[in-house]
């Protein structure tokens, strides 16, 4: 048999493997991927349907301007001037009673928005938006630590190091009165409730998205996708799409390769997983399941979600539709995850509209726009979606789009289904047979206080050689997030190795 050998083998090329794949090739590596589906991309991938371009997940990501950490990450492979981003300057937050329209980024803009609603809050507004400053900072210096601030941790990082425990919750309730302004600060991309979710993680997205905005890449949320891989193949690495990984090889406590289902064997020193735990623990030796099982017994992954796409001749861009709505019908967010935890779906769910043709219409054909609606699900709903019957299955989609369509024509767009060209869904089952994420997890893991920072999964395992990246592992989840497991993995990768 013909065993080809690498310097390092991907499996999975969501972001975190597309980084590490173009990182570890741009140093002279030989790297090889590893995708079972027919594109790279993960959950960042883009689809056609006619003339439309079509993203799979996400409405946006942090930092793509000069200087932005996505920009410095795009930057280092290589790949900085490929993408244009369009900045996502109009969000519409809608909740029962009030809503917020944010027009600009940054915090005085933010800070003025919020106040103008709830002046009798200014107080804890202030005394928020400063903490999470604060906090900002510490993050931004983190990944510059010294030794001796290493060994000075509880000093030189007071606030990662007093709120790495603490929940939203406890943060809004010290410093708010009202409820409707909580609502306000908890509408994020995140699937926990106030009482389970991480502040540090609601710190470090707010700071980052004020200070460093959120943009839209022109052609699709696929192009970033298309430019790591770019990147990777310029440098020398190697993809094979349509091609699953089966057994990671380990003799002695070290990695030897990878065996793929078709029985192909690929020998390399390094192999780094972006695949969720569980099926990354099936790929390992029998004698190494036990432990690595009861290490990731303790972590829980995030709801999964349902998404519509649609297409229609109405010209939103007349109706003065932003790109961006939030649209919440329940106030009690506790009441809500209750719900959701109980394998229900509320009455009204809450729904995620993004409508990317108002920013790029090459997207859509001239005269048209592309909609996509977000709704967090869980993935045990109606008997995990019908999914023992195609029959039910169908009946179940066909149910809950509608829902979500009627929705949409009460407090958004009148007689939207009269003027459909197209629309069609993906459930949690979809999500989980073309991305591998377990269940359909929407973020990974979920962002709880048990969950965050160095209590994630880290990069290095036991076994020599063997690396995990992606949103199961640190530091967080989002585009920016796993692209950020990349990068440290890489380093990481090289310092062990002495190849930097």
Known sequence: MNVKAYDAIIIGSGMGGLI??????????????????????GYVVSFRRGGFTIDATGAFVGGCQE????????????????????????????????????????FDPYMETLLSLFPEEEEGLKNYLALIKRIGEEVRSYSKMTLLKKILFPFTFQNLFRFHRTSHKTILDNLFKGGE???????????????????????????????????????????????????????????????????????????EGVRTKDEKIFRAPVVVSNINPNLFIKMLPSEFQKSFTKKMSRFEYSLSCFILYLATDLDLKDMDLPYFTHLRFLSDLEEEDRILRGNKVPKNPTMILSIPSLLDPSLAPGGYHLLKVLVTVPYPYRENWGRANPDTYQNIKEEFSQKILQQLELKLIPDLRNHLLFYEAATPLTLE??????????????????????????????????????????????????????????RSILKKLHRA
């Open 20 to 41: 590490v794949s173009a990182l570890l090739a741009k140093e002279g590596w030989k790297t090889l991927l590893l995708e079972k589906e027919r594109q790279v991309g």
């Open 67 to 106: 200087g932005g950490e996505f920009h410095q990450i795009l930057k280092e492979i290589g790949a900085d001037e490929e993408i244009e981003f369009i900045p996502v300057q109009d969000i519409r937050n809608i909740y029962p009673g009030f809503e917020v329209h944010l027009r600009k980024a940054g």
């Open 181 to 255: 302004i909580k609502m306000a600060l908890h509408t994020l991309p995140a699937t926990e409730p106030p009482s389970r979710l991480s502040f540090l993680f609601v710190a470090t997205l707010i700071s980052k998205a004020l200070t460093e905005g959120v943009f839209y890449p022109r052609g699709g949320m696929g192009k970033i996708s298309e430019a790591m891989t770019k990147s990777s193949l310029r440098s020398g690495g190697e993809i094979l799409l349509q091609t699953e990984a089966d057994q990671i090889l380990i003799r002695d406590r070290r990695v």
């Open 433 to 490: 047979r073309y991305t591998g994420n377990e269940m359909g997890a929407m973020y990974g893991l979920a962002s709880t206080t048990k969950q965050m920072g160095n209590l994630r999964p880290s990069h290095q395992t036991s076994i020599r050689g063997l690396f995990q990246v992606g949103h199961y592992t640190r530091p967080s989840h989002g585009i920016l997030g796993a692209s950020l497991s990349g990068l440290f993995a890489t």
